[in-house]
């Protein structure tokens, strides 16, 4: 038999099944490309909504992410896990959405989604004895949101992405293009910085 | 080990990221230091508190809005290509897709040479008998020097010279 040329079998992404899909509609199967976006859309959602702060926004870079996918489809290489490598364009826009708007805020009256619906943003009032207060389900949701933006950048990308998305020391310093080691001093910083923000509800 | 070393320790402490060693001696200045133990503690609890910010989920409809985004933003050769890229995709050809593309060029090649021949012998078959002649001409021209480098016409003269004598003698 005939062979033109042949798979590397030596990479070790390929056991990876998104990976497979990616693959697969890099051979024209646009099935596959859905089935990776009906994975992953909801996922890079919330960690770009937990990044920016902006549900629409959101909705928008994250359409962003997977048009930059499709487009790049044709050259596509396995070098890491597909999720991998769909954080790190996450990351990057998400970054490049902040970096842009330089003077970026985040409006205290912006809408926090909780139980899926908005609700406004309500601002720690320091004067109040928290721990007495019962606190709302909404007003929580509210409060970690509000400190998750205080964090900066790089420490909040370290948080969402060990926090939210469970991702290893390891597979976030790739997202993040650093070392384990920078991770883990990132996550250490944030927790201190959380702590010390969010002390008076807890 | 003192509270600042400690307080360093403290998130990979919580995490279970510790050598055994470092592990052994935060916990026991844990169990000790009232301080350290109300900062941990709140470390957790915050880390923790993270979890009341809630998951979203995509609106309707995000998947056709992205493939009306896709026909609006990538031309319409740019999509063609994309499944032709993956027809043609030469790293990935499968061998019984590449035996048939290979049966396929020489089959092209050969239908392409029958009908080179057949016009030749089209050619051949329309001369005329001046064109035959001149062909032949051209070729004894073309031989004129190998003719001209044999002594064999010297021979045959005297062979048929030679033939007629004896002849006449008997």
């Not at chain 2, 509270?3 to 919580?14: A, E, H, T």
């Not at chain 2, 998951?55 to 809005?65: A, K, N």
Request: aromatic share 10%; charged share 30%; glycine share 2%.
């Amino acid at each position: 038999m005939f062979f033109l040329f042949s798979q590397n079998s030596s990479n070790d992404y390929l056991s990876d099944p998104d990976v497979g899909f990616m693959l697969a509609f890099q051979k024209g199967d646009q099935h596959s490309f859905e089935v990776i976006m009906k994975k992953y859309f909801p996922r890079l959602l919330n960690f770009i909504y937990r990044y920016v702060g902006n549900r629409e926004l959101a909705e928008d870079l994250t359409q962003e992410v997977f048009v930059r996918v499709y487009k790049a489809a044709h050259s596509y290489a396995p070098k890491s896990k597909l999720q991998t490598w769909l954080y790190t364009i996450a990351k990057n826009i998400s970054l490049n959405e902040l970096r842009r708007s330089k003077y970026y805020t985040i409006s205290l009256d912006e809408p926090v989604y909780s139980k899926g619906e908005s609700l406004l943003r309500q601002v720690s009032d320091k004067t109040v004895n928290l721990p007495d207060k019962v606190l709302l389900e909404d007003e929580k949701a509210s409060i970690v949101m509000e400190a998750i933006q205080s964090l900066p950048e790089n420490q909040r990308m370290a948080v969402i992405l060990r926090r939210y998305d469970n991702l290893s020391y390891e597979e976030i310093a790739l997202a993040m293009k650093t070392s384990v080691k920078a991770v883990k001093s990132l996550l250490s910083r944030a927790k201190e910085n959380l702590r010390e923000k969010l002390k008076n509800v807890l | 080990m003192e509270c600042k070393k400690v307080r360093i320790f403290l998130s990979d402490y919580l995490e279970d990221d510790l050598e055994p060693a470092e592990k052994e001696s935060v916990g026991a200045h844990l169990g000790v230091c009232e301080g350290c133990r109300q900062h941990a503690e709140l470390l957790k609890k915050s880390w923790e508190f993270l979890g009341h910010l809630e998951t979203i989920q995509p609106s309707e409809g995000y998947i056709s809005r992205f493939w009306t985004r896709i026909s609006q933003e990538v031309p319409w050769h740019e999509k063609w290509l994309v499944s032709l890229r993956g027809l043609l995709n030469f790293r990935k050809l499968s061998p019984a897709y590449t035996s048939a593309l290979v049966l396929l060029i020489i089959g092209l090649f050969s239908v392409w040479t029958f009908y080179q021949a057949k016009d030749s012998e089209f050619a051949l078959a329309n001369l005329s008998d001046s064109d035959i002649e001149m062909i032949e001409y051209i070729e004894l021209a073309e031989n004129i020097d190998i003719i001209d480098e044999l002594d064999i016409l010297v021979d045959f003269d005297i062979i048929e010279n030679v033939a007629i004598e004896d002849l006449e003698r008997t």
